[in-house]
Every structure is written in structure tokens, then in C-alpha cells.
């Protein structure tokens, strides 16, 4: 395909997202299977684009005037990969299999390309509906978070110390010249091609054997924090495919014992065949069964002996709008009040497997007070028993990084918040409490 008939690719893929309100994904992979002639290239720079036009979808509809596929399309072509008017004209020649050519008032546009009178949702590329939830967090910085939550997303791996150093990951991998984390000293990060797409790293050795996952250095940062203790006995209510319960289990080194459950099978089955290649011995997956409450029975047995309970709580995911763009603008209040709900039931129901003097890590991959702090203080007012472990006091675990850490991140009372702007990471809320009695 040539470059004009991409973009004309890419307009036809953001009209079918904006009409039938589908995942981008799925929409993508529907488009390829229609278009088999399609090389692998053209279906890679086809989503860098599609996905590009979604992170900047409301700066570029702004400049644009509206927010039609085409507008979209043409105003990320301006405001995100920085081509001139006369550029994206040449694409635009009307050509067979290009676009249409470009209007005056498009030109106009283009040329233009100001974002100097457009509020803060329109500069941070987020729902207006969300303005107000971001500006009780971030205030006046609110729209640059925004911005840095609307570009690409590196390729984190975690070095899963079960099976080799740090040391042995980076020259395994040498060829994809990964460098260090800048917080987590189990990170590596490797950088993505010019189009956005990451080098195939689940078909390296490395991976193949379990020496390396693929984690955001914000997830690992979330494991560390929690600090599992050696030879403790530890519980990973919503595990979900295991990610953290992988880093949880590497951390432990592979002493005590570390038990995973999650409430849907679905999320959890990937688990099982992760354990095995990163060689968790210590992991013991806990499936749900039955039906409505039946489906906690399974953990009974260990009511009260947790040293730490860890609940990486399903939420809005506004901390990974990098990696999913298409989210934020599916995403409605409704689902934000359903998540709130869901996740202090959660926080309830871990708290009687945690015994006195353990811990309960709260997490999540949201940027809303509403789903964080508000959580945090909600849950201590109802369980007296737990008191808020200071950040100061948590990033101990980082050692001197965590020092850093703390000053990179936004620290409240309650927990700490990484951001992309802040820490390079995806976004995380970081809660840990311990239980006096």
C-alpha cells in the first residue's frame, strides 16, 4: 500500500470506531481480515496511525474544526507526527486509493494548527466530562498530564530473578538495546520503531524461558512497594493473567507461600502457563467456583493469617490511556460510579484475610481521586483497624530510589500517584495500611 492509500485506510478504520463505538483493536483486526492484500507493514502503520489519531482525538478535532474521521486523521498528521500543510497535501491528491484533496478551509486549518485558546481537555486530549475529577488531582497541570498520558508507550520488561540477573537479561538482548529503568532496578526498557511498534519480544529466548516479562516499570514499582516478605504468607485477591503475582513471587524468592485469585476465570486463566515458565514455585492459584457468594469459599482457610493482601483493583484504567487511547473516550460516568462501587467491596473483603500487624497494598492504574485516595479514606473509616503507611515510609523499599521516587511522584497521606508525566510509567496509585489489631 502506498502512503495516501494508508491514510485513506486509517479513515475509513477511525469511521468505523466512531460509529459502531468498538475497540480499535477489533475494528483493526476485522479491517485486515478484509483487506488480506494488506502486508504486515501496512496493517502496523495503519494502527500507529488509527491509534495516534485516538490518543490526539480532541486537539486534532479542535484544530480541525470537527471531529469527523477525517478531521481527525489529517489533524494527527499535523499535531502528531508534525507534517506541514504541503506534506499531508501530497497525500491528499485524490489519486487512486488516496484522500480527497485538501480543502481551503482544511489548509486554513492546518496551517494554523493552534491549541493556544483551547481549555484543558482539548490540550490533554481527555473526555470534558473528566475535567473537573482531573483538576481536583493535578489543578492547572492537569492538561499537561493529560498530554503525556496521550503519547506512545515504551516496551517494559520486568527481569524475573527466579531465573537470572539483570545482567544476563541485558546481554540476552543486547540486540534490542534495552537500557535500565529509571526507578525499578529489575527494568529494562527497549525502545519502539519510528511507527510506534514494538519489536517482537514474546519469541525471544529470553522470554521463551522465563528470564523476562513484559510489565510497565509502574507495575514493578507497585510490586516493590508492597514488599512481600520472604517466607511470608501472602495473598493476590485480584490477579488476573499474574502479572504482579509473578513479580510478587520473583521478590519473595520463591520462599512462603503466595496464593492467586481472581473472580473471573477468564482473566485468570492465563496464569497457570506464567507460573510455569517463570518457575514460581512458591504460587498457588486459587479458581473460583460456584456462583455469587459461594465463589470466596475457596479462600476461607485463609481468613486472618494473611501477612499481606495485596488488591490490584479493576478501575477505569486512566492511567493507561497511553497504551489503550480508545478507552478514554468509550469510557462514561456510569462505569466510573460502577468501578467505585466495586472496588470497596473488594477493599472489604480483603481485609479479614489480613492478620494483625499485616498489610493491605491497594493499587490501581487510575489517575481519579475518586478511585484512590476518597478509596482510601472511605475504607479506614469503616475498618478502624488499619492505619495509612506514609510514603515516606513505603518507598523505603526502593531504597535510595525510592527517595527519588518520592519526590518525582505526587505523594498524598494516603498513597503515592506515578504518572507519565511525573515518572515515565504509566499511571498508578500506590496505597499501602497495615493492621494494628
Same mark, same amino acid.
Given at each position: 500500500?502506498?502512503?495516501?492509500?494508508?491514510?485513506?485506510?486509517?479513515?475509513?478504520?477511525?469511521?468505523?470506531?466512531?460509529?459502531?463505538?468498538?475497540?480499535?483493536?477489533?475494528?483493526?483486526?476485522?479491517?485486515?481480515?478484509?483487506?488480506?492484500?494488506?502486508?504486515?507493514?501496512?496493517?502496523?502503520?495503519?494502527?500507529?496511525?488509527?491509534?495516534? *489519531? @485516538? /490518543?490526539?482525538?480532541? =486537539? +486534532?478535532?479542535?484544530?480541525?474544526?470537527?471531529? $469527523?474521521?477525517?478531521?481527525?486523521? &489529517?489533524?494527527?498528521?499535523?499535531?502528531?507526527?508534525?507534517?506541514?500543510?504541503?506534506?499531508?497535501?501530497?497525500?491528499?491528491?485524490?489519486?487512486?486509493?488516496?484522500?480527497?484533496?485538501?480543502?481551503?478551509?482544511?489548509?486554513?486549518?492546518?496551517?494554523?494548527?493552534?491549541?493556544?485558546?483551547?481549555?484543558?481537555?482539548?490540550?490533554?486530549?481527555?473526555?470534558?466530562?473528566?475535567?473537573?475529577?482531573?483538576?481536583?488531582?493535578?489543578?492547572?497541570?492537569?492538561?499537561?498530564?493529560?498530554?503525556?498520558?496521550?503519547?506512545?508507550?515504551?516496551?517494559?520488561?520486568?527481569?524475573?530473578?527466579?531465573?537470572?540477573?539483570?545482567?544476563?537479561?541485558?546481554?540476552?538482548?543486547?540486540?534490542?538495546?534495552?537500557?535500565?529503568?529509571?526507578?525499578?532496578?529489575? *527494568? @529494562? /526498557?527497549?525502545?519502539? =520503531? +519510528?511507527?510506534?511498534?514494538?519489536?517482537?519480544? $514474546?519469541?525471544?529466548?529470553?522470554? &521463551?524461558?522465563?528470564?523476562?516479562?513484559?510489565?510497565?516499570?509502574?507495575?514493578?514499582?507497585?510490586?516493590?512497594?508492597?514488599?512481600?516478605?520472604?517466607?511470608?504468607?501472602?495473598?493476590?485477591?485480584?490477579?488476573?493473567?499474574?502479572?504482579?503475582?509473578?513479580?510478587?513471587?520473583?521478590?519473595?524468592?520463591?520462599?512462603?507461600?503466595?496464593?492467586?485469585?481472581?473472580?473471573?476465570?477468564?482473566?485468570?486463566?492465563?496464569?497457570?502457563?506464567?507460573?510455569?515458565?517463570?518457575?514460581?514455585?512458591?504460587?498457588?492459584?486459587?479458581?473460583?467456583?460456584?456462583?455469587?457468594?459461594?465463589?470466596?469459599?475457596?479462600?476461607?482457610?485463609?481468613?486472618?493469617?494473611?501477612?499481606?493482601?495485596?488488591?490490584?483493583?479493576?478501575?477505569?484504567?486512566?492511567?493507561?490511556?497511553? /497504551?489503550?487511547?480508545?478507552?478514554?473516550?468509550?469510557?462514561?460516568?456510569?462505569?466510573?460510579?460502577?468501578?467505585?462501587?466495586?472496588?470497596?467491596?473488594?477493599?472489604?473483603?480483603?481485609?479479614?484475610?489480613?492478620?494483625?500487624?499485616?498489610?493491605?497494598?491497594?493499587?490501581?492504574?487510575?489517575?481519579?481521586?475518586?478511585?484512590?485516595?476518597?478509596?482510601?479514606?472511605?475504607?479506614?473509616?469503616?475498618?478502624?483497624?488499619?492505619?495509612?503507611?506514609?510514603?515516606?515510609?513505603?518507598?523505603?523499599?526502593?531504597?535510595?530510589?525510592?527517595?527519588?521516587?518520592?519526590?518525582?511522584?505526587?505523594?498524598?497521606?494516603?498513597?503515592?500517584?506515578?504518572?507519565?508525566?511525573?515518572?515515565?510509567?504509566?499511571?498508578?496509585?500506590?496505597?499501602?495500611?497495615?493492621?494494628?489489631?
Amino acid at each position: 500500500m502506498t502512503p495516501a492509500a494508508r491514510l485513506s485506510a486509517a479513515i475509513e478504520v477511525m469511521g468505523s470506531i466512531l460509529t459502531e463505538r468498538r475497540p480499535a483493536a477489533d475494528v483493526l483486526r476485522d479491517w485486515g481480515r478484509s483487506h488480506r492484500f494488506a502486508g504486515s507493514g501496512d496493517r502496523a502503520a495503519l494502527s500507529s496511525l488509527v491509534y495516534d *489519531a @485516538l /490518543r490526539r482525538r480532541a =486537539s +486534532a478535532g479542535w484544530i480541525m474544526g470537527g471531529e $469527523t474521521p477525517r478531521a481527525l486523521v &489529517l489533524g494527527t498528521l499535523r499535531l502528531a507526527r508534525g507534517l506541514d500543510v504541503e506534506a499531508i497535501a501530497a497525500l491528499c491528491d485524490g489519486a487512486r486509493f488516496a484522500p480527497e484533496p485538501l480543502s481551503e478551509d482544511e489548509r486554513a486549518q492546518l496551517d494554523a494548527a493552534s491549541l493556544d485558546d483551547a481549555p484543558a481537555h482539548v490540550r490533554g486530549d481527555y473526555p470534558d466530562w473528566l475535567d473537573a475529577s482531573l483538576a481536583s488531582v493535578f489543578g492547572e497541570a492537569r492538561a499537561e498530564e493529560g498530554m503525556a498520558l496521550a503519547e506512545r508507550a515504551p516496551l517494559d520488561l520486568r527481569v524475573n530473578t527466579l531465573k537470572g540477573a539483570v545482567d544476563k537479561a541485558t546481554q540476552q538482548l543486547s540486540h534490542l538495546d534495552p537500557v535500565p529503568g529509571q526507578w525499578s532496578p529489575l *527494568a @529494562l /526498557r527497549i525502545a519502539l =520503531s +519510528a511507527d510506534g511498534k514494538a519489536p517482537p519480544v $514474546t519469541v525471544e529466548p529470553a522470554y &521463551l524461558k522465563g528470564l523476562v516479562e513484559v510489565q510497565d516499570e509502574g507495575s514493578q514499582l507497585a510490586a516493590i512497594l508492597a514488599a512481600p516478605p520472604r517466607g511470608g504468607q501472602v495473598l493476590d485477591l485480584c490477579a488476573g493473567g499474574g502479572g504482579k503475582t509473578l513479580a510478587l513471587a520473583a521478590l519473595m524468592d520463591g520462599a512462603g507461600q503466595l496464593y492467586a485469585y481472581d473472580d473471573d476465570l477468564r482473566r485468570l486463566a492465563p496464569i497457570h502457563e506464567r507460573v510455569q515458565r517463570a518457575g514460581a514455585h512458591n504460587v498457588q492459584v486459587r479458581s473460583p467456583r460456584g456462583k455469587g457468594a459461594a465463589r470466596a469459599e475457596v479462600l476461607d482457610d485463609l481468613e486472618g493469617r494473611m501477612d499481606l493482601v495485596l488488591v490490584d483493583a479493576p478501575c477505569t484504567g486512566t492511567g493507561t490511556w497511553r /497504551r489503550n487511547p480508545d478507552a478514554k473516550w468509550r469510557m462514561r460516568p456510569g462505569a466510573l460510579a460502577e468501578r467505585v462501587k466495586e472496588q470497596a467491596e473488594i477493599l472489604d473483603a480483603a481485609a479479614r484475610f489480613v492478620k494483625p500487624g499485616g498489610r493491605l497494598a491497594y493499587i490501581t492504574c487510575s489517575l481519579l481521586d475518586e478511585e484512590n485516595v476518597d478509596q482510601i479514606r472511605a475504607f479506614v473509616t469503616r475498618h478502624p483497624a488499619f492505619r495509612p503507611i506514609p510514603p515516606a515510609e513505603a518507598v523505603l523499599a526502593l531504597g535510595e530510589r525510592g527517595i527519588a521516587l518520592r519526590e518525582a511522584a505526587l505523594e498524598r497521606p494516603e498513597g503515592l500517584l506515578l504518572t507519565p508525566r511525573r515518572t515515565h510509567t504509566d499511571g498508578f496509585f500506590v496505597a499501602l495500611m497495615v493492621r494494628e489489631a
